[in-house]
Structure formats: structure tokens, C-alpha cells
């Protein structure tokens, strides 16, 4: 389903309502959200298994022994299946990380859907090819996630929580919401680190000269990276839509037939008068499309980054290049 990211004040995604597909049939269940009150939040993250890497084998976290995982269902009372199925991670005493999330209701909720595979090849170069004493900008989920795997230095260490994406048919809860989340992840960041990430979206949706300098300035002149990856410009639309016109649509790779996507997903974009787009692999069987909805959002500094058919990240002369793999590109940030 295609999500349009033109977003309300409120940042609340826009949705005709959540789809669980079980069994083969479509289940369609808001009991539980007209059961609660308006202070409550309408879904509960509930745990389901906690312990070593070594009881979650799959997750491929054997390089990091050190850290504690635990597995939460996000819950909705009256609906029989979660909507989505997260992964955390923490060491000792540490507030938990979300490394990585399932939707299983046909769009984004809380988080995007991510590949873990590819953030621990990303943790690995960064930890085997980035100076010790050098500094990570990137989301503040990528952020958080990259200082947990490498040690190293991020501009964003707290759950800043931005966007906030659910659906429509709770907006009238985002105060609950909110606070539910802040409860469950540890509390505010400060104004500071607020502030910095505002800076850091003014950086990505400025032309590419003034948002690299917007980087510069955050990172303090000092040796420094940054991190994005496609997935950021879909959370870049919902915080600044009068900046960033994005859309996206999930496409099954049926049989492996990629030149047969490509043609579809170039059908879809002329059909919906997109500017440009690229994709993402999310599984050996589905890929999301990103699409640009109008030209002047092909003229911001993250999508000058990312490989757009409109764009060419080998060719981008405000950043350097780095190193690229899945989703992610990574960028030195040149010196003034």
C-alpha cells in the first residue's frame, strides 16, 4: 500500500486502518482500541523472550556476547496477532536499543521495518575502517544502533522518538502515546539533543552545499561521517513535508524476476507522476520502492545521497563516498 508522506501537524501517519493477514484471512480488529480511554495508548510492547545471543541464533549477534536481547510483540487488546515483533538490545545496565523490527500489519508502525543482517555488516566496516576518535551522525535510531555495535562516538545517544508513526485512527491518542513510549524507552532526551536533530533534518532537506554545512557545524569540525539510508527519506517526509514530497509502495519479487519489477515499478511512478524513485530489498520475496513526488525534492542533500534515478551517489561532490551496502551509504563529512 502506498503511503503519500503529506503529513498533519501532528505527524501521525495517515492509514485506513491496520490489516492482519492470518491464516489466509484478512482480519479486521479495533475492540481493544475502542475499549480504551483517551489517556491510555491504544498498544502495549510486550515481552516475549529475553537472554544471550547465543538463545538468538537467527538475530546473528554471536560477535557481540556481551549483550542482552529480549523479543516484544507490540500488542493491541482484542487483536489475536501483533502488529509487529521488535528485538531489543542492551548492555549491563544501559537503556534498550531496538535493533530490529517486523511489521506485520502491512505498514510502519512505531518503527520501519529494518534488516539486521545489513546494520551489523555496516557496524563491522565502521568498526574496522572509521578512526577510533572520529564521530557518527546519522538517525537517531541508526545512531543509537551504531554506538551499541562499535563503541564509537554518535551525535544522538537517546530515543528521540521522532517520527511517531501509527495510524490515523489513533491520533486522538498521541499524547498517550507518547508518553507510554517515553515511559517504556526511558524518558526525554534534552533540549540540546532535540535541538541538534532538528539541526540534523534542516541539514537533509536543505540544498546539498547548505546542508553540508549544516553537518560540519554539528559535528563541531572535527573528523566525522554520516550515516542514512533509504528508509530515512520515508521518516524525513513525515517530519518535513512542506521540504520533502516521498512516497512509498511495497512490490513482490515473485520468482526473482527483477527486470519484470523494474518495469513495474517505472510503470507505477509515470502512472502517479512521480519525479524519481529507487528500491530497497526488505526480503528474498518483497521490495519497497521509494518514490519522489515532485522535482524539487530531488534537489535536498539526502536525496543527492541516496541512488535515485534521478541522482548518483558516486558523482556527489559536497560529501565524500565511503562505503555503501543494502540500504545504508555512508559519507565523509569534508572540512570546511
Excluded at 80 to 108: F, K, T
Aim: glycine share 8%; proline share 5%; aromatic share 10%.
Amino acid at each position: 500500500m502506498e503511503e503519500a508522506l503529506t503529513r498533519p501537524s501532528n505527524r501521525i501517519l495517515p492509514s485506513l486502518g491496520i490489516v492482519l493477514v492470518a491464516g489466509g484471512f484478512i482480519v479486521l480488529s479495533w475492540l481493544g482500541y475502542l475499549w480504551l480511554g483517551p489517556t491510555q495508548s491504544p498498544y502495549q510492547y510486550k515481552l516475549v523472550e529475553e537472554g544471550g545471543v547465543d538463545k538468538f541464533n537467527k538475530l546473528g549477534l554471536n560477535a557481540w556476547s556481551d549483550l542482552s536481547i529480549s523479543k516484544h510483540e507490540i500488542v493491541v487488546e482484542g487483536v489475536d496477532q501483533p502488529l509487529a515483533v521488535g528485538y531489543l538490545a542492551r548492555r549491563a545496565n544501559a537503556r534498550p536499543v531496538m535493533l530490529d523490527w517486523e511489521n506485520r500489519s502491512g505498514e510502519p508502525v512505531v518503527f520501519v521495518d529494518g534488516k539486521l543482517s545489513e546494520l551489523t555488516t555496516l557496524a563491522s566496516a565502521i568498526a574496522k575502517h572509521v578512526p577510533k576518535n572520529a564521530t557518527i551522525l546519522a538517525w537517531w535510531d541508526t545512531s543509537r544502533q551504531i554506538k551499541l555495535l562499535t563503541g564509537y562516538e554518535t551525535v544522538f545517544v537517546s530515543h528521540l522518538g521522532e517520527p511517531h508513526i501509527v495510524p490515523s485512527v489513533w491520533r486522538n491518542k498521541s499524547a498517550a502515546i507518547e508518553k507510554y513510549e517515553r515511559e517504556f524507552w526511558g524518558g526525554p532526551a534534552s533540549a540540546e539533543e532535540s535541538q541538534k536533530f532538528k539541526r540534523f533534518t534542516d541539514a537533509l532537506v536543505a540544498e546539498p552545499k547548505e546542508g553540508a554545512a549544516i553537518l560540519r557545524e554539528l559535528t563541531g569540525g572535527r573528523e566525522a561521517y554520516v550515516a542514512v539510508h533509504l528508509s530515512d527519506l520515508y521518516k524525513l517526509g513525515l517530519m518535513r513535508p512542506d521540504r520533502l514530497g516521498a512516497a512509498y509502495k511495497d512490490f513482490p519479487l515473485q520468482g526473482g524476476n527483477v527486470h519484470g519489477l523494474s518495469g513495474l515499478i517505472k510503470r507505477w511512478s509515470l502512472e502517479n507522476n512521480h519525479a524519481a524513485y529507487s528500491v530497497h530489498g526488505l526480503s528474498e520475496n518483497l521490495v519497497r520502492a521509494y518514490f519522489l513526488t515532485d522535482d524539487k525534492s530531488g534537489n535536498t542533500l539526502l536525496t543527492k545521497m541516496l541512488p535515485f534515478t534521478t541522482s548518483n551517489p558516486l558523482e556527489f561532490q559536497e560529501l565524500k563516498l565511503v562505503y555503501q551496502y543494502g540500504g545504508y551509504w555512508v559519507y565523509k563529512i569534508p572540512s570546511a
